[in-house]
């Protein structure tokens, strides 16, 4: 990494730079894999610790608890939490198995903030899309009691008392409620709602495509995270209306299925790894974008906010 | 707002609002105008700050220190800081009015990342766009001297000793090293380099698309921001090259024209105000998104982050 890019210009994110290191830079790499590691006086960067990960380092996506939103522009991955949000995951996929999204539409693509999908005749009873066996609202799962795994990071945060990653999602808890939630952050995938806060259930669904609105936490039922594909949301044109819904019913974006990746044949599936956040290897992550040390970086931030952890997925390898 | 609004199904952003309070939603909020303002128990909202600011409360944008970036699309309002790059801030404006950037192009769009432009044939020399007074690199800028205005966020900041604004620009100071900078947010714009820290200047430019990348704060110059076209850089393709990059020529966005406000015919300018971040308004700003009074919110953050602050920016009245 220390040669000079042809025409870079940095900053760089080395974000997307994961598929290049697994399938060619990993080369530049083979002494950490081969155990001739270089004698560093520094901790490693991303990059290298990326290489030297172990398989048991990443977990596959789960398939039953896996969304694919298929768009004209194609697939987008959610996975979801059921731990943070069981009764809104059990009805989403109750939601997706029948059918309930298919045909259905991407409404509003506010910048800076989110993307929204669902029903855009919801708030009129006599046309909205109907409802077989799932619910159309329930009851709030803003919080729920703690206990699930979690790994703290280290570094203070000011929407909550204590913040770090379950499962490979970014959470928040508070030791004296003896409560858990999901984070807002970069793709992370909500329950739409309307004022009363058991209003929402899946049927309108939103992503944020910018920065992490965490005012937001604790406020509304998030129950996921997309984990490939948020691109397809993020350069959709930005609606014009107030709060940047679609102004014409032609300028929204049709939603072709919603389907569980458990129910999709397995050659049509979305194969994906997840990097383990309750492993040494994360922790070392973690601690090399606290600190950069790549060759362009001049100033060291000894910090990093939740919402800067990268939260790394890879093609899962061919079996 | 206490009216549901049809089919919304928050969460809401007041940012993208703000248009429409001045236009229509401000006659519902004619008694905070009209001196009969209603006795509240509780800190006024976002929309009912704006609706009372005074004229004094806002700033035009600095014809001499704003740039139009025109695209195919549309036009990029950047405000220039020549406050926080006083160097880099001249050299742009020499570059912009030589005709630079006239015909070059948007070469990267990285998710939730940058969108960078500059000359595509930049490290080729005997084919780079030449330059005829300006410099093509420059002394860094990465932090200068404190002394400017500065409003401090009560706030707690990971990444830096304090934050704030300047002149409605979100910045960081250390009052140890008596140095002061602009921080990464989204919208905000630097001047990309090379490994030597000295090695931009302004030839190559890049905009923040997403969640604010404040480890690059010290390590690059920022130079300005843009306070109206974000969405016509941020919803450009993803390049699929990279760290971003346009892999085919044909794929980069051109440049038709870049130009400085004060070199625009009147008639042609797009006149913005924005809100100054030096008053009692700003701070009552401040705190209406610190805890949201808003109906729809069910937990008070009661903290906020300098990148969710809101910069808010409105069309000139008429004169």
């Not at 993307?115 to 729920?144: H, N, S």
């Not at 397995?266 to 040390?293: C, G, K, M, Q």
């Not at 362009?296 to 079996?319: D, H, M, Q, S, T």
Request: proline share 8%.
């Amino acid at each position: 990494m220390g040669s000079k890019p042809t025409s870079w210009r940095l900053p760089v994110l080395w974000e997307a730079f994961v598929n290049y290191v697994w399938r060619g830079a990993a080369l530049a790499l083979t002494g950490l894999l081969c155990g001739s590691a270089p004698a560093l006086a520094q901790p490693p960067t991303m990059a290298e610790v990326l290489a030297a990960a172990k398989p048991s380092d990443w977990r596959p996506v789960a398939l039953e608890d896996t969304l694919y939103l298929e768009l004209p522009t194609g697939r987008v991955v959610i996975e979801l939490a059921p731990a943070f949000a069981p009764r809104h995951v059990a009805n989403l996929k109750a939601l997706v198995r029948e059918g309930y999204f298919d045909g259905l539409a991407i409404l509003r693509s506010q910048d800076n903030y989110v993307v929204q999908w669902g029903d855009p005749d919801a708030e009129q009873k006599d046309r909205q899309r109907p409802i077989r066996k799932a619910q159309r609202t329930l009851q709030a799962e803003f919080t729920v009691p703690d206990g699930m795994p979690f790994t703290p990071l280290a570094d203070s945060d000011g929407y909550a008392p204590a913040v770090g990653f379950s499962n490979g999602f970014p959470a928040g808890r508070d030791r004296k409620t003896g409560r858990a939630w999901l984070a807002h952050r970069y793709g992370m995938v909500g329950a739409g709602r309307d004022n009363d806060p058991d209003s929402g259930g899946g049927t309108e669904l939103y992503a944020v495509i910018g920065h992490a609105p965490r005012h937001l936490d604790r406020n509304v039922t998030l129950l996921g995270r997309v984990v490939q594909g948020i691109e397809l949301l993020s350069t959709l044109p930005r609606g014009t209306a107030a709060l940047g819904f679609y102004e014409k019913p032609e300028q929204r974006v049709p939603i072709r299925a919603v389907r569980l990746a458990a129910d999709v044949p397995a050659a049509e599936r979305t194969d994906l790894e997840i990097l383990r956040t309750d492993t040494p290897t994360f922790a070392a992550l973690v601690e090399s974008r606290r600190n950069r040390r790549e060759e362009w970086f001049r100033y060291a931030a000894g910090f990093i906010e939740l919402c800067n952890v990268p939260l790394v997925v890879r093609p899962a390898a061919r079996k």
